[in-house]
C-alpha cells in the first residue's frame, strides 16, 4: 500500500520544489519595464572592465533587481588570477562580512519564536562568557608605563550588544591597544577549521572587553558569538541551522561554509598576494562556523535573500521573519550618545549612515557619500563584496569581486553611482519642439560654456544640498592623537597652512582627546562661512599653534558636465570619472536648443537641459531634466 503513496509524494515535493524557486533569478529581456536604462546599466559592466584591466580584481559579478524581478545580471572578467578562465554569473565567491546580515536575521528568528531574548545576558546562554573583565589601560604619569587593568562590568552584555556591536569585543585588527593586541595574538589559530564555535568561545572568554558593554561601538567579533548562541539554543551546529531553516527555505542552493568538490570549478581564485588565513579556506570542510565572516555563495542566491527582506520577511511563501522585525532590523538601533570607536568606527555608522540589528542603515542624506534613499540597508565583505538593499526603490544591488586592498569604496562607490545612475526619468518622450529648433545668438551660448559639478548622478537620489561647511583636511587618529593627512588643495587647511603631520589638540575651546574620528570631524564642521580655532601641535615647534579658519562648502563626490560652445553649438560631455545620464566621458554630444536657455538630447533618453541663474550675479546653474525627478549643478567656472 505504501507503493501507492509514492507518486504522489513526488508530485508533492515537485511542486514544493516548483513554489520554492518561484522567484526568478534570471535577467528581464527588457529592463526598461523595471525602469532602468539598457545602455546605462551596460556602462557597469564597461566599468568593471577597466577595473580587470587596472588589476584591481580579476572579475566581478553584479545583479540588480527591482520590483521583484531582475533588471541586470553579469559577470565581468575572469574567475582565475591567471585571467584564463572566463567568469560566469553563477561562480561562487566567499563573501566574508556579507555572512552577518545572514547570523543576525537566524537569530531574530529564534527571538521571534520566544526562545532568545534580546535583552538577556550572553551569559544566559554562554556561561563561559560570565566573568569576562573590561581591560582598562592605566598610564604611569612618571614613567610613563602602560599598565593593563581588568575591571568588571558595570553590565553584562546582551544578545541586542552582539548584533549592534556594543558589545565591547574587538577585532584581532582593530586597533593597538593593549586590548587589541591580546586579540591578535593567536587570532588565526582560534579560527582553524577543525575547530568548532565552542572552542573559539571558550577562547575568547580568557580575554578581558575593550569597553564597557553598550558605552562604544567597534565593529568586532560579535556576530561570531552570536552564532554560537544561535547553536546553543537550537540545538543544531550553526551550518545545519542555516540550511534547514533559511538556505533550503529560500532556494539558496549554493551558500555554505565550504565549496564541495563538484562546486570548485565555479569558485573564484583568492586575490593575490593575500594570505590565506584559516578562515578564508573555503575549499575544505570545516566545522568552525563563522557566523561573522565564512560564507561562500553566488549573486543569484543573495539576491533570493535580499528579496525575502525586501518583502518584509517573506519570499514565494515562504515566512522567516515578520514585517515588524524587518523594520526593527533596519531601524537604527544604537542610543543617543553612543561612542563611535576609533578602531572600528570605520566600518560603522559614519557618513550618514547608522546602524540596524545587523546592517548599516543610510539615515542623513546630506552626509551620505553615496546615492540611495534613507533607510536603505546594506553591508559589504573583507574582499570587496558588497550589496544594498532600497525599500523606497523596491531595490537591490549586488556587487561580487575579490580583491586585495583594504580600501573597498572605490569599488562599492562607483558601483552604487552608476546603478542609480541607470535609472530612467519617467516621461522621456522627444519634445515637440525638436522639428524646429530655437535660434539663439552667439552671446547667450557663451554664457553657458563651464564646469558644471553635480553632486549625485541619479534623480532617485534624495541627497540633500550640502549646507555644512568644511576645512577640507583628511583626518586619522593614531595612538589617541588626531591627525592631519593631507589637506586638500584649495580649501581653507590649506590655506592657512596646516600640514600633513599636524596633531589637533583642540577645536574652539574643545579637546579632542577622548573622540573618535567621526566625532572630530563632526566638530570641524559647520554653517559654511563660520569661524573655527584651531590648536596644533607642530614637530620642531616648542609651542602650539593657533590657527583660525572659515569654514567652506564641502565638495561631495559626484559627476562633472562641461559644457563647451564651438561654431554656435553647444557640446556636452561628462568631464569627471563618472558618467551622467546621456553624457559620457570621451564623447561630447551636441544638444538642441527648445528655448533660450532649454536644450535637450536628440537621442539616447532625450536628457533636457536648462541654464538658471538667480540675478545677474549668482551663480549659474545647469539642471538635468527640469521635474520632479531634475538634478542640479553649479558652475565651478
Known amino acids: 500500500?505504501?507503493?501507492?503513496?509514492?507518486?504522489?509524494?513526488?508530485?508533492?515535493?515537485?511542486?514544493?520544489?516548483?513554489?520554492?524557486?518561484?522567484?526568478?533569478?534570471?535577467?528581464?529581456?527588457?529592463?526598461?519595464?523595471?525602469?532602468?536604462?539598457?545602455?546605462?546599466?551596460?556602462?557597469?559592466?564597461?566599468?568593471?572592465?577597466?577595473?580587470?584591466?587596472?588589476?584591481?580584481?580579476?572579475?566581478?559579478?553584479?545583479?540588480?533587481?527591482?520590483?521583484?524581478?531582475?533588471?541586470?545580471?553579469?559577470?565581468?572578467?575572469?574567475?582565475?588570477?591567471?585571467?584564463?578562465?572566463?567568469?560566469?554569473?553563477?561562480?561562487?565567491?566567499?563573501?566574508?562580512?556579507m555572512t552577518k546580515p545572514v547570523t543576525s536575521v537566524a537569530a531574530m528568528m529564534l527571538v521571534e519564536e520566544g526562545k532568545l531574548d534580546l535583552a538577556a545576558p550572553v551569559h544566559?546562554?554562554?556561561?563561559?562568557?560570565?566573568?569576562?573583565?573590561?581591560?582598562v589601560e592605566t598610564k604611569d604619569?612618571?614613567?610613563?608605563?602602560?599598565?593593563?587593568?581588568?575591571?568588571?562590568?558595570?553590565?553584562?552584555?546582551?544578545?541586542?550588544?552582539?548584533?549592534?556591536?556594543?558589545?565591547?569585543?574587538?577585532?584581532?585588527?582593530?586597533?593597538?591597544?593593549?586590548?587589541?593586541?591580546?586579540?591578535?595574538e593567536g587570532y588565526f589559530e582560534r579560527y582553524a577549521r577543525h575547530s568548532t564555535l565552542k572552542d573559539f568561545v571558550s577562547g575568547l572568554a580568557r580575554l578581558p572587553l575593550a569597553y564597557q558593554p553598550g558605552e562604544v561601538f567597534e565593529y568586532a567579533l560579535n556576530l561570531d558569538v552570536l552564532g554560537r548562541v544561535i547553536e546553543v539554543?537550537?540545538?543544531?551546529?550553526?551550518?545545519?541551522?542555516?540550511?534547514?531553516?533559511?538556505?533550503?527555505?529560500?532556494?539558496?542552493?549554493?551558500?555554505?561554509?565550504?565549496?564541495?568538490?563538484?562546486?570548485l570549478t565555479r569558485l573564484v581564485d583568492p586575490p593575490a598576494?593575500?594570505?590565506?588565513?584559516?578562515?578564508?579556506?573555503?575549499?575544505?570542510?570545516?566545522?568552525?562556523?563563522?557566523?561573522?565572516?565564512?560564507?561562500?555563495?553566488?549573486?543569484?542566491?543573495?539576491?533570493?535573500?535580499?528579496q525575502m527582506l525586501l518583502n518584509g520577511g517573506e519570499l514565494d511563501g515562504v515566512r522567516i521573519l515578520s514585517p515588524a522585525t524587518v523594520r526593527r532590523m533596519t531601524t537604527n538601533s544604537l542610543p543617543p550618545g553612543i561612542r563611535i570607536s576609533n578602531s572600528g568606527g570605520h566600518v560603522g555608522p559614519q557618513g550618514g549612515s547608522s546602524w540596524g540589528l545587523g546592517f548599516a542603515i543610510r539615515a542623513d542624506a546630506a552626509r551620505?557619500?553615496?546615492?540611495?534613499?534613507?533607510?536603505?540597508f546594506t553591508w559589504n565583505g573583507l574582499w570587496g563584496s558588497y550589496f544594498w538593499v532600497d525599500p523606497a526603490e523596491s531595490l537591490i544591488a549586488i556587487q561580487l569581486i575579490q580583491t586585495g586592498t583594504k580600501n573597498d569604496d572605490p569599488f562599492w562607490i562607483a558601483f552604487r553611482n552608476l546603478t542609480y545612475g541607470a535609472f530612467l526619468v519617467p516621461d522621456r518622450s522627444v519634445p515637440a519642439s525638436s522639428t524646429a529648433?530655437?535660434?539663439?545668438?552667439?552671446?547667450?551660448?557663451?554664457?553657458?560654456?563651464?564646469?558644471?559639478?553635480?553632486?549625485?548622478?541619479?534623480?532617485?537620489?534624495?541627497?540633500?544640498?550640502?549646507?555644512?561647511?568644511?576645512?577640507?583636511?583628511?583626518?586619522?587618529?593614531?595612538?589617541?592623537?588626531?591627525?592631519?593627512?593631507?589637506?586638500i588643495q584649495g580649501m581653507p587647511a590649506a590655506k592657512a597652512g596646516i600640514l600633513a603631520g599636524d596633531i589637533i589638540t583642540h577645536v574652539d575651546d574643545g579637546t579632542t582627546d577622548g573622540l573618535s574620528t567621526v566625532q572630530a570631524i563632526d566638530k570641524l564642521r559647520g554653517p559654511v562661512d563660520t569661524k573655527v580655532r584651531l590648536r596644533i601641535v607642530r614637530k620642531g615647534q616648542d609651542r602650539p599653534?593657533?590657527?583660525?579658519?572659515?569654514?567652506?562648502?564641502?565638495?561631495?563626490?559626484?559627476?562633472?558636465?562641461?559644457?563647451?560652445?564651438?561654431?554656435?553649438?553647444?557640446?556636452?560631455?561628462?568631464?569627471g570619472d563618472l558618467p551622467l545620464l546621456d553624457f559620457k566621458k570621451g564623447a561630447a554630444t551636441t544638444v538642441v536648443p527648445m528655448s533660450s536657455n532649454e536644450f535637450f538630447v536628440d537621442g539616447g533618453d532625450h536628457t533636457r537641459l536648462a541654464f538658471l541663474r538667480d540675478g545677474a550675479d549668482a551663480t549659474m546653474r545647469l539642471v538635468l531634466n527640469p521635474g520632479p525627478w531634475q538634478i542640479t549643478g553649479q558652475r565651478i567656472n
Not at 147 to 168: A, N
Not at 289 to 304: I, K, P
Not at 449 to 476: C, M, N, V, W, Y
Not at 546 to 568: F, Y
Open 1 to 97: 500500500m505504501k507503493h501507492l503513496y509514492r507518486p504522489l509524494a513526488t508530485l508533492l515535493l515537485l511542486c514544493l520544489t516548483t513554489v520554492a524557486h518561484a522567484y526568478e533569478t534570471a535577467p528581464v529581456s527588457d529592463p526598461e519595464a523595471l525602469g532602468f536604462s539598457s545602455s546605462r546599466l551596460a556602462r557597469i559592466a564597461a566599468w568593471q572592465q577597466t577595473q580587470v584591466d587596472a588589476g584591481a580584481f580579476s572579475g566581478a559579478v553584479a545583479a540588480i533587481a527591482r520590483n521583484g524581478k531582475v533588471a541586470y545580471l553579469r559577470a565581468v572578467g575572469f574567475r582565475d588570477r591567471a585571467k584564463t578562465i572566463p567568469l560566469q554569473p553563477d561562480a561562487i565567491f566567499w563573501i566574508a562580512s
Open 124 to 135: 544566559q546562554y554562554l556561561p563561559e562568557l560570565r566573568d569576562m573583565m573590561v581591560g
Open 141 to 184: 604619569p612618571v614613567t610613563g608605563k602602560i599598565t593593563l587593568v581588568r575591571e568588571p562590568q558595570k553590565r553584562p552584555m546582551t544578545v541586542e550588544d552582539l548584533l549592534r556591536h556594543t558589545s565591547g569585543l574587538v577585532y584581532y585588527d582593530g586597533g593597538t591597544t593593549a586590548v587589541h593586541k591580546l586579540y591578535t
Open 233 to 263: 539554543v537550537s540545538g543544531q551546529p550553526l551550518d545545519q541551522f542555516f540550511d534547514n531553516r533559511l538556505f533550503k527555505p529560500l532556494g539558496m542552493v549554493d551558500t555554505a561554509f565550504w565549496v564541495p568538490p563538484e562546486k
Open 273 to 306: 598576494n593575500v594570505p590565506i588565513h584559516p578562515d578564508r579556506d573555503v575549499t575544505k570542510p570545516t566545522t568552525m562556523f563563522s557566523g561573522g565572516g565564512g560564507l561562500v555563495s553566488t549573486a543569484a542566491d543573495y539576491l533570493r535573500f535580499c
Open 368 to 376: 551620505s557619500k553615496v546615492p540611495g534613499s534613507v533607510g536603505s
Open 437 to 487: 529648433p530655437a535660434a539663439i545668438d552667439q552671446t547667450a551660448l557663451a554664457a553657458f560654456a563651464g564646469t558644471f559639478r553635480f553632486t549625485s548622478t541619479s534623480s532617485r537620489d534624495k541627497q540633500a544640498p550640502p549646507e555644512l561647511g568644511a576645512l577640507g583636511i583628511e583626518l586619522a587618529m593614531q595612538d589617541g592623537l588626531l591627525k592631519v593627512g593631507s589637506p
Open 545 to 575: 599653534i593657533e590657527v583660525s579658519l572659515v569654514r567652506a562648502q564641502i565638495r561631495l563626490p559626484g559627476a562633472d558636465i562641461q559644457v563647451v560652445n564651438k561654431a554656435g553649438h553647444l557640446l556636452v560631455e561628462a568631464s
